[in-house]
């Protein structure tokens, strides 16, 4: 494993109508910086994009879209930046398919100096409904 790459695997949570949720199993926070003297704590809009050189892993990145473009006159931009653990590594999730939006929660305690596992939740029928 790289020195700034950490791996982890997703374990089955819940599913309803709309929502299926997974716990990011052993990744107890995340951060959209990586300076460990000056991290910010990360819960929300997410994406999974595949790894070239770690297959059947996606890094897992904070998100933010915007029915604007400066490219088109009816786009929509999505822009992606990765987020990070503890150790300030990159966070890969194993996982086969890219999505463009997911919701990441994290930095809850299990009790004063234990904190749970991360929850990683997918919309089953999508979010998307610009245009």
Request: net charge negative.
């Amino acid at each position: 494993m790289d020195n700034n790459i950490a791996k982890y695997n997703i374990k089955y949570l819940s599913c309803d109508d709309k929502y299926k949720t997974y716990i990011i199993d052993g990744l107890k926070n995340i951060y959209h910086d990586q300076i460990t003297n000056y991290k910010h704590l990360f819960n929300g809009a997410s994406c999974l994009i595949r790894n070239k050189k770690y297959k059947g892993y996606c890094n897992l990145c904070i998100v933010y879209h915007s029915n604007e473009s400066d490219i088109f006159d009816n786009g929509y931009s999505i822009h992606f930046a990765p987020l990070y653990d503890d150790n300030g590594n990159i966070i890969l999730i194993k996982y086969e398919s890219d999505d463009i939006f997911v919701t990441v929660h994290c930095g809850h305690q299990n009790g004063p100096w234990e904190y749970n596992d991360a929850k990683l939740t997918f919309f089953i029928n999508g979010t998307f409904n610009k245009f």
